[in-house]
Structure formats: structure tokens, C-alpha cells
């Protein structure tokens, strides 16, 4: 059974952020990526007006110019003085050594020296992560951040 829903209200919303009158350019179609038929696999077909396709690149476009996606990431270290930067080097490297999996990264964003972990698209992932490192971060908070992009 095929099910069906309306994409005109969520298409519409969609429309009204990114009407700034831009033009994508070389837009990575994440519909072709969809359709692409894979060795054993099934496949799937996409049936929609152009115009959405064209929205979709065109939001795909900016995100690509900001160098990610808006996201969460959770700060474990924040210090400043004349040791922070050393302080946050080591904060960073003990993380990397419990969590190799999960990236690390380490700003000064004036005056402090702060490390940040992990490249979360939703709050509700960064703040299961929060809970799993809580004992040996117990000051640890999720922020919004601009992140990654997925792999």
C-alpha cells in the first residue's frame, strides 16, 4: 500500500525561507543520490514538480556556503588565563582517547579556550550523547553550532 501526504505546506514554509531570489549553483541533486539503483538493492522513484527539486538544491546550495548544517554540539572544556590553551589541548586529547569515533574540536572564542564534541542534526541525539559522557563531564552542555555535514 502506497501511502501519500501533502509536501505543500512543508514546501511552502521552505519556499518562504529561501526566497532571498538566489540561484543554485552546481547543486548536489540529493534526488539522483535517491534513485541511484544499487547491485541487489531495490529502488526507489521520486515523482515531484521541478520546482521542488530546484528549492531543494537551492537550500542544499546555502548550506554548502555556510560549510555545514545548523546542528548541535556539546562544549566539554571552557577556560581562559595563561594555562588554558594547554588545558584545552588536554581536555581534547583525553576526549579523543575515550571517544575516537566522535569529533573533536577546539576554538578560542575570546577569552576563552573551549572544546566542543560531536556534529549532532538534532538536540535530542547531542542530549543522548550528553548522557553517555555526563560522568566524566558533568559541566558539559549542548550548544547550537553550525556542524558537519553528514557522511
Known sequence: MIKKFSLLPVLFFL???????????????????LETKKPGKGSVRVTQDPKIRDLVNLHVTQQRKMNGIKGYRILIYMGSGQEARKEADQARAGFIRLYEDVNSYMRFEYPYFKVYVGDFRTKSEALRFLKQIEGVYPDAFVRDDIVAFPD
Open 15 to 33: 519556499l518562504a525561507a529561501l526566497s532571498s531570489g538566489l540561484k543554485a549553483q552546481a547543486p548536489v541533486d540529493p534526488f539522483a543520490r
